[in-house]
């Protein structure tokens, strides 16, 4: 059994910073994880944000955080980090760590919410304007 436990999100004024985190337990035939972050705010469908490859090599950003977050993987296998800075009101959502067991040979993004078994519970950001 797969888990995914993100941490991190909260209130912040428009233009301040978070810093998101998401760590794995549990273990699957594949030797690791592709991983994303997703958003999905009220009334929208779940969009991602930014994905990494299983080596993090190989990241994807969606247009409208180009420039303002960064993907990263952490130490610990399997775990993720999302530093997103100059947050804008319209930012605010819940956020939700993904991930995609894959083998040694695959080093791939991946950026669709089909191509993700596991998910989180979800941690809340808040922009106020």
């Known amino acids: 059994q797969v888990q995914l436990v993100e941490s991190g999100g909260g209130l912040v004024q428009a233009g301040g910073s978070l810093r998101l985190s998401c760590a794995t337990s549990?273990?699957?035939?594949?030797?690791?994880?592709?991983m994303g972050w997703f958003r999905q705010a009220p009334g929208k469908e779940r969009e991602c944000v930014a994905a990494?490859?299983?080596?993090?090599?190989?990241?994807y950003y969606t247009d409208s955080v180009k420039g303002r977050f960064a993907i990263s993987r952490g130490n610990a296998k399997d775990s993720i980090y999302l530093q997103m800075n100059s947050l804008k009101p319209e930012d605010t959502a819940v956020y939700y760590c993904?991930?995609?067991?894959?083998?040694?040979?695959?080093?791939?993004?991946?950026?669709?919410?089909?191509?993700?078994?596991?998910w989180g519970q979800g941690t809340k950001v808040t922009a106020s304007s």
């Open positions: 993904a991930a995609r067991p894959v083998d040694y040979s695959d080093n791939s993004y991946y950026e669709r919410r089909v191509h993700y078994g596991y």
């Open positions: 549990g273990r699957t035939s594949y030797s690791s994880f592709a």
């Open positions: 990494i490859g299983r080596n993090g090599d190989n990241t």
